[in-house]
């Protein structure tokens, strides 16, 4: 690899730092540009798997999250609206090590990723990238970078375009993405001073979805799913009559009452996307995480898809290894795009599916969603293919006959069978 870096990544959410991080150890030389000149605090990616738990075990960077105060959680519950239990997933049931979800701050985990970065990785603030560097037969080779002295090239064998929902990489290399915006938004809050259950508990409620989870230092997020004109043009004592309301639908979250009320002017406004790019890779360039995929975060997935993302990246460019030439960094990113869609395509299914049982709020799907619920929680089998398929420890699409047992269209005998153990990811290197 004769350039500036092996490879440039562009975008530092944790994304972007865990492909530096994961390649880096691989011994190649990694250069992180963002266009931030501080990292940004967001309501985002505060849900950590299983699966994303085990990748930060094997960097050597559990312990240190951990001690940021992250929350250990063994139960993802759907609850009614006074908090009756609907449908529990216990996580204490997965096979293997990593049995409980962690949740913890964004900012946190992005820098827990940065100060575990191996010498090879440098980072830039404030590095806004133009567009990328192509060769006479389009393959990407590297990126234009704007600066006060005029435009830089910055040349490498890979780009990483890390870069959000939004990607302009994405868009300059012409890779078609399908985004649809769900009817719905969310505000978020962070509450502080208050305890919460240690669980992620998702309320389905009247309005739709209220999804409440403990964060470090004695807070808790509560998400509520909202109309996209709901909070246009508030006053002050319009947010207080609309808490008192939220208040009275969801019973269950009157504890948080006075916390909450003290923090409406706190409040993020978040529209909800699904995304998913027509494929990972062109020569030369490779798609990660929110610039590839998203879906609803109900289904806490997006960043733990984006450290799956960066994990099979790193393995499938160092396979062979040492540092692969140009035409090598391409079969690897064919292996990649191959590893990562289907899996990717059934996070979305499994995602969609979730989101729309908690966030309808009337007619047939509403009415399917309950449906299937029930059913599901009744099933030992099939609430233990969800758990394994939310928490990606035993990733198992459930078939057009266990749909069918959903609805309550066949009667399943072998629900209360174990599931037997799913086969190993191919893209586990």
């Given amino acids: ?11 530092a959410g944790a994304g972007g730092l865990a492909a530096a991080r994961a390649l880096g150890a691989r011994g190649l030389r990694v ?40 929350c250990p959680v063994d139960q993802l519950a759907i609850r009614d609206p006074q908090g009756g239990p609907l449908l ?22 992005r820098a827990v990723l940065a100060d575990g ?56 290399v012409g890779i078609d993405v399908e985004r649809r915006e769900y009817p719905h938004g969310l505000v978020a809050f962070d509450v502080p001073g208050v305890q919460v259950a240690d669980e992620v508990s998702a309320y389905r409620t009247g309005r739709g979805l209220c999804l409440v989870y403990p964060l470090p230092g004695g807070r808790c997020r509560v998400y509520v799913q909202v109309t996209p004109d709901e909070f246009r ?13 939220l208040l009275a639908e969801v019973p269950a979250i009157r504890p948080l009452g006075t916390a909450l009320r003290a923090h409406l002017d706190r409040r993020q406004l978040l529209a909800v996307y699904r995304l998913r790019a027509a494929r990972l890779t062109v020569p030369g360039l490779a798609l990660l995480g929110e610039a590839a995929h998203a879906v609803h975060p109900m289904a806490a997935q997006g960043v733990n898809s984006s450290l799956t993302d960066a994990e099979t990246l790193a393995a499938t460019l160092t396979a062979d290894g040492g540092r692969p030439d140009d035409a090598g960094v391409d079969r690897a990113l064919r292996d990649y795009d191959a590893a990562r869609r289907p899996h990717l395509d059934h996070v979305a299914t499994v995602s969609h599916s979730a989101a729309r049982m ?13 449906r299937m619920m029930r059913r ?52 586990r290197r």
Avoid: F
């Avoid at 997933?89 to 985990?109: E, F, S």
């Avoid at 043009?233 to 309301?245: F, I, N, P």
């Avoid at 908690?358 to 309950?370: A, I, K, N």
């Fill in 233 to 245: 043009g508030r006053s002050a004592a319009d947010l207080a009559d609309w808490c008192d309301r």
């Fill in 31 to 70: 250069l992180v540009l963002d266009r931030q000149r501080t990292p940004a605090s967001i309501a985002k990616g505060e849900i950590l798997q299983p699966e994303t738990v085990r990748i930060l075990d094997g960097w050597g960077m559990l312990d240190a999250l951990r001690a940021t105060g992250a």
């Fill in 358 to 370: 908690l966030t309808s709020v009337s007619g047939l799907p509403r009415l399917l969603g309950g």
């Fill in 117 to 172: 970065l191996p010498a090879s990785v440098e980072i830039r603030w404030g590095q806004r990238v133009t567009g990328p560097l192509r060769a006479a037969d389009g393959r990407v080779t590297g990126v234009r970078v704007a600066g006060g002295d005029g435009e830089q090239e910055i040349r490498a064998a890979l780009v990483v375009a890390a870069d959000g929902m939004s990607s302009p990489l994405r868009k300059a």
């Fill in 1 to 11: 690899m004769n350039a500036d870096a092996d490879v440039v990544v562009v975008g």
């Fill in 88 to 109: 529990a997933l216990d996580y204490g049931t997965l096979p293997g090590r990593y049995r409980q979800i962690l949740c913890a701050d964004y900012g946190d985990l």
């Fill in 376 to 427: 599901t929680a009744a099933n030992p089998r099939l609430l233990a293919l969800t758990a394994g398929n939310l928490s990606g420890t035993t990733v198992r699409p459930l078939s057009p006959v266990d749909r069918m047992y959903q609805l309550g269209l066949l009667v399943d005998r072998h629900a209360h069978q174990p599931v037997p153990p799913a086969p190993q990811r191919s893209e």
